[in-house]
């Protein structure tokens, strides 16, 4: 009788009915993971289309910066990408304080 085996992270193998009972039993991952490797991901996805010149982007990625949400709190950087955003877009400096998401257009709508 043939087995068949799945291959390990670790380079090792397993044979069908132990690979079958490890699908079968779901792994759980602490919350906090999972939100802290969403967040990371999040950020590393603004960066890319901010460097490609998306101005809501640059927003998100300033207000990211400034907050500390995602990367380590840097103001600096964070003045950056809100000048390198107000270049085509006024309201940039509205939103610079305000939490990763927040929008300029829900300040206008504010008001």
Avoid at 11 to 24: I, K, N, P, T, Y
Avoid at 85 to 110: C, E, L
Wanted: proline share 4%; with cysteine; aromatic share 8%.
């Amino acid at each position: 009788m043939a087995t068949t085996s799945a291959c390990l992270e670790d380079g090792g193998e397993l044979d069908s009915r132990e690979a079958a009972r490890r699908l079968e039993q779901p792994s759980q991952v602490p919350l906090a993971e999972v939100v802290t490797d969403c967040v990371k991901r999040w950020f590393q996805d603004t960066l890319k289309e901010a460097k490609a010149g998306d101005s809501a982007m640059q927003v998100l990625l300033g207000q990211m910066y400034f907050s500390g949400y995602g990367v380590p709190r840097d103001e600096q950087k964070g003045r950056a990408w809100m000048s390198r955003a107000s270049r085509s877009r006024s309201s940039v400096w509205k939103v610079s304080d305000k939490h990763p998401g927040y929008n300029a257009s829900d300040w206008i709508q504010m008001k």
